[in-house]
């Protein structure tokens, strides 16, 4: 089987009748890895900067987040990559930065804490925009986002960075324009899906990540062993509001990427493929079989699968109609 899949490793992802679905990896330290497998996917969906700050024994400096970011940038020349800004709180904790929160998952996380501490947030946005000089393939990513004042107040910030670095440069070297990145926002936590539209005309793009959506729409905690058994993107909630995230993005011409780890999963690949999207980012070690799956489906017996997958009532059902697919696919 191995073989089989490798065969298709250099050709590009698309279904049988020609769909073709862009495939992009998530990165955090291992950008060495992605280099080994440039020209099998489209570029970087998630790349999350708290990794970096996770290894380290305090806070990273301008200046170095500024090379790391450049190096990033660099590492994969033209294909985009979407850096997103500090993550951390919840189940990512910094040494140098203890928090002790009786509900850390509905607390002081992402988002969250760098709009409370702008100088966080604005030393890292600097970072990135000056590591796209030269570059120019830098896109913005805001995790955690649940209200339309955030888009709003990190923006500003990022403006606000914009024009710092902008000024800097233009000293250094005048006439030189400073690249104004793309900027999106994930979709993770429920509230924003009934928002949708308002948050689309203030960013460029979504990203929907699976992991915390199935956590929060289903309030279940990701790393709970307990009730590790009810954590299930197969349930038909999240089924539907997967559905309602691409229908509203599609309407509102919005373009939306999936960088969850149930993009990488090949039952939650055909979903989503089935669903429409057409944008799976997914850790490098899944890319090889994904693009398998989708090289050997057409979506018209996706669209059949999907039917399946919707009317069913419980996430078994659904797990059964997809396996049933997978095993058909071999
Ligand atoms: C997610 O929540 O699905 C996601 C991609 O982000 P993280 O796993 O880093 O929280
Ligand atoms: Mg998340």
């Not at 065969?7 to 950008?31: F, K, V, W, Y």
């Not at 539907?240 to 939306?256: D, F």
């Amino acid at each position: 089987l191995e073989a089989i899949v490798a065969e298709h490793r250099d050709l590009p992802a698309e279904t049988i009748d020609g769909q073709s679905i862009s495939l992009q990896i998530n990165a955090g330290l291992n950008i060495e890895h992605g280099v080994e497998q440039q020209g099998k996917f489209d570029g970087i969906g998630l790349y999350r900067t708290e990794i970096p700050f996770m290894m380290q024994d305090r806070f990273p400096t301008e200046t170095e987040q500024r090379e790391l970011y450049h190096q990033v940038l660099k590492n994969f020349g033209d294909l985009p990559v979407v850096m997103r800004t500090l993550d951390v709180g919840g189940d990512k904790p910094l040494p140098y930065f203890p928090l002790r929160e009786d509900n850390p998952f509905l607390g002081w996380r992402g988002i969250r804490l760098t709009l409370d501490h702008p100088e966080i947030f604005l030393v890292q946005a600097r970072a990135m925009l000056a590591a796209n000089i030269g570059q120019g393939n830098l896109k913005i990513l805001l995790p955690m986002i649940s209200s339309l004042e955030e888009v709003d107040e990190a923006s500003r910030l990022i403006n606000q960075a914009y024009f710092e670095v902008r000024n800097e440069l233009v000293q250094k070297q005048p006439g030189k324009e400073l690249a104004r990145p793309e900027l999106g926002v994930m979709i993770e936590v429920p509230a924003i899906l009934y928002q949708l539209d308002e948050v689309a005309k203030r960013v460029d793009f979504f990203s929907v990540g699976t992991n915390d959506l199935t956590q929060y729409l289903l309030a279940v905690d990701r790393n709970n062993p307990r009730v590790a058994s009810l954590y299930d993107p197969y349930h038909p909630s999240v089924l539907r509001a997967l559905t309602h995230i691409i229908e509203t993005c599609n309407e509102l011409n919005k373009p939306v990427s999936v960088c969850g780890e149930f993009a990488g999963e090949p039952g939650g690949a055909l979903l989503l493929t089935a669903m429409g999207y057409r944008n799976l980012s997914m850790s490098s070690q899944n890319l090889d079989k994904i693009k398998w799956i989708i090289r050997n489906v057409h979506t018209s017996t996706l669209q059949v699968l999907l039917a399946q997958a919707m009317k069913a009532k419980y996430p078994e059902q659904v797990r059964r109609v997809v396996n049933n697919k997978l095993e058909s696919l071999g």
